[in-house]
T-cell receptor
Framework: DAKTTQPPSMDCAEGRAANLPCNHSTISGNEYVYWYRQIHSQGPQYIIHGLKNNETNEMASLIITEDRKSSTLILPHATLRDTAVYYCIVSVNAGKSTFGDGTTLTVKP | DTEVTQTPKHLVMGMTNKKSLKCEQH?????MYWYKQKAKKPPELMFVYSYEKLSINESVPSRFSPECPNSSLLNLHLHALQPEDSALYLC??????????????FGPGTRLTVL
């Protein structure tokens, strides 16, 4: 599975968009990009995933660059409840992949 | 039902005790996972069961013994643990579709303390 690189921490103002980057320069053609988040002391929660195209669901949007070497998770209107550790995982099968260190997002009032 | 349940929520055990962690899902998922998470670290994969058979063991010490009695249940049997085994133990499940879209659903975890 491809290795991912994420900034260790980011801040975002409440109500603003939070843009979380992930680099996965060694991604292969059949690997998906998955995003999860973990709110303090809870189990990780699936957010979104994609292969080539940009994706949107009720929680977030995922933008994948054309060369697929990086992606950005967008939370359009961050709330205090979005404060969490966000993990980007690249894998053929998410269940057998490795969590990196993630990005700690702090949403501030 | 899109929930993975884990019991107990908290467990304190001595190094000579034998205990078990339990995990249950009713989403029809055929893959189930155990992770270990130390404080301020990402989850580390321990075991994967696929169609009730152990498919991945990430070189976990034998004092941790997984069991998958049926497609909905996953146990982790603990024996002769060490204090450094204290951690949050997470269970997850997913579909086993070929070609992706196998997002995992995680339980809330069991907080284990070994004295």
């Amino acid at each position: 599975d491809a290795k991912t690189t994420q900034p260790p921490s980011m801040d975002c103002a409440e109500g603003r968009a939070a843009n979380l980057p992930c680099n996965h320069s060694t991604i292969s053609g059949n690997e998906y990009v998955y995003w999860y988040r973990q709110i303090h002391s809870q189990g990780p929660q699936y957010i979104i995933h994609g292969l080539k195209n940009n994706e949107t669901n009720e929680m977030a949007s995922l933008i994948i660059t054309e060369d697929r070497k990086s992606s950005t998770l967008i939370l359009p209107h961050a709330t205090l409840r979005d404060t969490a550790v966000y993990y980007c995982i690249v894998s053929v099968n998410a269940g057998k992949s490795t969590f990196g260190d993630g990005t700690t997002l702090t949403v501030k009032p | 039902d899109t929930e993975v349940t884990q019991t107990p929520k908290h467990l304190v055990m001595g190094m000579t005790n034998k205990k078990s962690l339990k995990c249950e899902q009713h989403m029809g998922h055929r893959a189930m996972y155990w992770y270990k998470q130390k404080a301020k670290k990402p989850p580390e994969l321990m075991f994967v069961y696929s169609y009730e058979k152990l498919s991945i063991n990430e070189s976990v010490p034998s004092r941790f013994s997984p069991e998958c009695p049926n497609s909905s249940l996953l146990n982790l049997h603990l024996h002769a643990l060490q204090p450094e085994d204290s951690a949050l133990y997470l269970c997850a499940s997913s579909q086993e579709r070929r070609g992706g879209r196998n997002e995992q659903f995680f339980g809330p975890g069991t907080r284990l303390t070994v004295l």
